[in-house]
């Protein structure tokens, strides 16, 4: 079994700062892709940013230059620093991450269960 936990998530004002975390645990031989995904209400998932194996980051539009990815390979945590929020940027934030359990072995997508961040004015 496998699971993704996220913290780091809570109440902001508008202009601060926020770092969430997400740790993967269980039967864990490597894992691939690892990003953030968010949902507001009355919207659908949308990808926050995303960090490969070997570190090359994705970001949405929305979020350049305010938001930074990053992972820890040996502990199998990604993070993600928000800088400058807005509140348009209240949501809650959902960890994923592509994990091998074995090798050779498929590689499954795994979600946590969101971490609510909420920015008021």
């Known amino acids: 079994q496998v699971q993704l936990v996220e913290s780091g998530g809570g109440l902001v004002q508008a202009g601060g700062s926020l770092r969430l975390s997400c740790v993967a645990s269980?039967?864990?031989?490597?894992?691939?892709?690892m990003g953030w995904y968010r949902q507001a209400p009355g919207k659908q998932r949308e990808l926050v940013a995303a960090?490969?194996?070997?570190?090359?980051?994705n970001y949405a539009d929305s979020v350049k230059g305010r938001f930074t990815i990053s992972r820890d390979n040996a502990k199998n945590t990604v993070y993600l620093q928000m800088n400058s929020v807005r509140s348009e940027d209240t949501a809650v934030y959902y960890c994923?991450?592509?994990?091998?359990?074995?090798?050779?072995?498929?590689?499954?997508?795994?979600w946590g269960q969101g971490t609510q961040v909420t920015v008021s004015a």
């Open positions: 994923n991450a592509h994990i091998s359990r074995s090798i050779p072995g498929p590689t499954f997508q795994y």
């Open positions: 269980g039967i864990i031989f490597s894992i691939n892709h």
């Open positions: 960090i490969t194996s070997d570190g090359t980051t």
